[in-house]
């Protein structure tokens, strides 16, 4: 069973920084495509970044110069790095695997932005 746990969300104040973590357990992060979701109060979830398994990746046009995904295939862990943090980008944050035909989801990480 594919287990996605995330780590790292939090308070932060406009132009801080976050790094979310994403550690995998019944899957490998580097044999498929990686994952971030959020979804902010009273919206629908989105897309926020994606890597491939070839390692290419693709941003939501407002996060793009901000955010990094990244993975670590000795961890299993895919990573986040949030830079120049907005209020816009509060939401919780969840990571999302693809393995073997099913959806898997981590249970989230909130992240709030504010001052």
């Known amino acids: 069973q594919v287990r996605l746990v995330e780590s790292g969300g939090g308070l932060v104040q406009p132009g801080g920084s976050l790094r979310l973590s994403c550690a995998a357990s019944?899957?490998?992060?580097?044999?498929?495509?990686m994952d971030w979701y959020r979804q902010a109060p009273g919206k629908e979830r989105e897309l926020v970044a994606s890597i491939s398994s070839n390692g290419q990746t693709n941003y939501e046009d407002s996060v793009k110069g901000r955010f990094t995904i990244s993975r670590d295939w000795p961890k299993n862990a895919v990573y986040l790095q949030m830079n120049s943090l907005e209020p816009a980008d509060t939401a919780v944050y969840y990571c999302?695997?693809?393995?073997?035909?099913?959806?898997?989801w981590g249970r989230g990480a909130e992240v709030t932005v504010s001052s």
């Open positions: 999302h695997q693809r393995w073997k035909r099913r959806d898997f």
């Open positions: 019944g899957s490998m992060v580097t044999i498929t495509a």
